[in-house]
């Protein structure tokens, strides 16, 4: 079974930085395209970055140029880093597959205010 822990979340002044770390624990994490989503109060879960296995990126436009997804594949992590963080970003965060068909972590809660 596949689990996920979450962290690095936290409160943070608008144009600030975090970097969310993901702990993935199964196997053969290297063959799978990983996500991170995100659920703001009273929104759906959305997938906000990808990385393939291959190491390709995607970002919603809403963060790109502000967020990086990267991913160690010896250590079964993925990371979100988060620059220029705006109060509309403050939501739960979550990674999983890229289709989300893993159970969900706990999240990691990030506040973007002043």
């Known amino acids: 079974q596949v689990h996920f822990v979450e962290s690095g979340g936290g409160l943070v002044q608008p144009g600030g930085s975090l970097r969310l770390s993901c702990v993935f624990s199964?196997?053969?994490?290297?063959?799978?395209?990983m996500a991170w989503f995100r659920r703001a109060p009273g929104q759906q879960r959305e997938s906000v970055a990808t990385?393939?296995?291959?190491?390709?990126?995607n970002y919603v436009d809403s963060v790109k140029g502000r967020f990086t997804i990267s991913r160690d594949n010896a250590k079964k992590m993925v990371y979100l880093q988060m620059n220029s963080l705006k109060p509309e970003d403050t939501a739960i965060y979550y990674c999983?597959?890229?289709?989300?068909?893993?159970?969900w972590g706990q999240g990691t809660q990030v506040t973007v205010s002043s």
């Open positions: 990385i393939t296995r291959g190491a390709t990126t």
């Open positions: 999983n597959h890229v289709q989300g068909f893993w159970s």
């Open positions: 199964g196997t053969h994490f290297n063959l799978y395209d």
